[in-house]
């Protein structure tokens, strides 16, 4: 599944052997003459790590996959959207180069990158692939996270599921249908509501609703915690500790 299929549904397939047994493979001529090719190609390639992997054709030469349900974040979305459509994917669903992955992800995670909060950081600090937005690790790790007390993180979970029943009321509906303004079904625009408020109340947030309120906020924050890192050969300093995702 790549960012394509995450937003606008279908699928494609690729052969996972990861741990497959010799004895398996070889009662599949054509996957076989597959994992040949694979080999042969590599040789081939100009590439060093490529060629460094011509021996172990069976395996992809990068694997990022968790072997968990995961959060997954499509790499490139329209501009059009007031949120980035992320989803919880299952460990069997391999993700391509074009998903950001978030192992170990909770309702609080999605909940959060699924805020108001979190999309207005994202419109202001992340890439661009033409006009539409560019997700990166930087967005993410870069991204000051709240320190909620044990209510209102259970708050932000609780609006976070009512977010995912809003969608999973609509089966039919991609998340490109469901998370395109003119689209946007009235129930999943009160569970972002509602969702808002709670990530709002977890920063303490009282300004305006505006992207250039919410980011002005947000890079205050940003300097108040860099300000805590102990600069290089120094002493470290006690500081409060944000951990953009405990996973």
């Given at each position: 599944m790549g960012g394509e299929e995450l937003i606008n549904g279908g699928r494609r397939y690729c052969l996972w052997l990861k741990g497959i047994s010799p004895k398996e493979l070889k009662s599949m001529?054509?996957?076989m003459k597959r994992v040949a090719a694979v080999s042969q190609a590599r040789l081939k390639s100009p590439t060093k790590s490529v060629q460094a992997f011509a021996d172990k054709p069976t395996l992809f030469t990068q694997d990022r996959q968790p072997d968990k349900d995961y959060l997954g974040v499509p790499e490139v979305s329209s501009e059009r959207r007031r949120f980035i459509p992320i989803a919880f994917l299952s460990a069997d669903i391999i993700a391509s180069n074009k998903v950001q992955i978030v192992e170990g992800a909770t309702q609080y995670h999605f909940g959060m990158l699924c805020s108001t909060m979190h999309n207005a950081w994202v419109r202001t600090v992340?890439?661009?692939?033409?006009?539409?937005?560019?997700?990166?690790?930087?967005?993410?790790?870069?991204?000051?996270?709240?320190?909620?007390t044990d209510k209102q993180?259970?708050?932000i979970e609780a609006a976070a599921q009512a977010v995912l029943d809003a969608r999973a009321a609509h089966p039919d509906s991609s998340l490109a249908d469901l998370y395109d303004p003119l689209t946007m079904p009235?129930?999943?625009?009160?569970a972002h509501?509602?969702?808002?408020?709670?990530?709002?109340?977890?920063?303490?947030?009282?300004?305006?609703?505006?992207?250039?309120?919410?980011?002005?906020?947000?890079?205050?924050?940003?300097?108040?915690?860099?300000?805590?890192?102990?600069?290089?050969?120094?002493?470290?300093?006690?500081?409060?500790?944000?951990?953009?995702?405990?996973?």
């Open positions: 001529p054509a996957v992340a890439g661009r692939l033409k006009s539409d937005y560019s997700y990166s690790p930087a967005v993410y790790n870069n991204f000051p996270w709240p320190t909620p993180r259970a708050a009235p129930d999943l625009v009160k509501q509602k969702l808002d408020a709670a990530v709002d109340a977890s920063y303490g947030y009282k300004g305006g609703s505006t992207d250039a309120a919410r980011v002005a906020f947000l890079f205050g924050l940003y300097q108040e915690l860099t300000s805590l890192l102990p600069a290089v050969g120094s002493k470290p300093k006690r500081a409060r500790r944000v951990k953009a995702a405990e996973a």
